[in-house]
């Protein structure tokens, strides 16, 4: 009995040593994130409403993914150590002023839809998709599994994008500039630093989850990357990209909404805003980014934006603003350095 609970032990504790390899922690991710966040703040829509509504859309999908993870559901990553501060009042959605067509997030406490994404939203239910499968990422633990780098580098390029107002500190730069043999890997590992084929497939099933589970329409979770394939985003064969193309993904979504069980019927609640307030907080937003000052430091914050990687609604692995905008921010990296 003894040897056997010793060799159950010796067991849990490789497996723990498995789970861990390559993977940062969560309190560092966060912490990174926070750093990233930094730098992104001044393109951070500060209006309450628009602020207000977006939180109540997130915070009725944490609720759910709360209730998920109670009962033990998600991937094994979600469970490989404590979940709690997924589901704590720290979390944010943001909305940031960016005509880049794009929702991304950091890992930690933040998630960001950018403004062109939600203009291009025809109804609430694109938009819960799109910060369903945000969290997802979250969920999943999808930049702790080897974003460890990934994100560092970009808190490179966020010290480029403030150029002047250290995000970091001198001790946190030095290490950033030290991973990987200096800032020229760094502007390609921004490249690479989107989720993975299998990150993005498992954000969509699991964002549909709670999203179905928070009220929105099954039928309607496709329908965003319907518009990107309409708006002629989906070029790039499967093959070559390593990332889903948005039409499997179309189709995926419409498996997951016939394999639903017939309680989910009873799941559909009314949207957070009707589409005439919808529409409403759509024009607030286009108006709102128009009296956003435009200074420098905005500019800096926008173009860290547009250097994100875009794989939550693109299989296009590099657009050219993006690489541009990488570019110049290793650059300004580097003479701040
Ligand atoms: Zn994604």
Redesign the pocket.
């Given at each position: 009995m003894r040897l056997k609970s010793a060799l159950r032990m010796v067991l849990a504790v490789s497996l723990l040593a498995v789970l861990s390899v390559g993977c940062a922690s969560d309190r560092k991710v966060i912490d990174q994130a926070d750093q990233v966040h930094g730098s992104l703040e001044k393109a951070v829509i500060k209006d309450e409403v628009l602020a207000n509504y977006l939180q109540e859309v997130g915070d009725r999908i944490i609720e759910q993914a709360a209730k998920m993870s109670a009962d033990g559901k998600g991937p094994s990553k979600h469970f490989a150590t404590d979940n709690t501060w997924m589901f704590g009042e720290e979390m944010r959605f943001h909305f940031v002023n960016s005509k880049t067509l794009n929702a991304f997030t950091t890992g930690g406490e933040h998630m960001y839809i950018y403004t062109e994404l939600f203009l291009n939203c025809k109804s609430e239910d694109e938009l819960a998709a799109v910060v369903a499968?945000?969290f997802a990422?979250i969920y999943g633990r999808h930049v702790q599994k080897g974003m460890d780098n990934r994100l560092k580098v970009l808190a490179i390029a966020a010290g480029g994008a403030v150029a002047g107002a250290a995000v970091g500190g001198k001790d946190n730069w030095a290490e950033g500039a030290a991973i990987g043999g200096g800032l020229g890997l760094a502007g390609g590992s921004l490249l690479n630093m989107g989720?993975t084929r299998q990150d993005?497939a498992e954000?969509d099933k699991y964002g549909f989850r709670f999203y179905v589970r928070a009220g929105w329409d099954p039928e309607r979770f496709g329908d965003f990357f319907q518009s990107m394939i309409d708006k002629g985003y989906d070029k790039t064969p499967a093959i070559v990209s390593d990332h889903p193309t948005l039409r499997s993904r179309v189709e995926k979504a419409r498996e997951y909404a016939a394999e639903l069980p017939p309680e989910a019927a009873d799941w559909r609640r009314e949207p957070v805003a009707s589409a005439a307030r919808f529409r409403d907080l759509q024009a607030r937003a286009v108006q709102v980014g128009k009296n956003t000052p435009n200074d420098r430091s905005l500019e800096n914050s926008r173009e860290l934006l547009q250097a994100l990687p875009r794989?939550?609604v693109s299989p296009i692995p590099a657009f050219e603003d993006q690489v541009a905008a990488q570019q110049d921010l290793v650059k300004k990296a580097s003479e701040k350095k």
């Open positions: 499968h945000e990422h989720f993005e954000a794989s939550c």
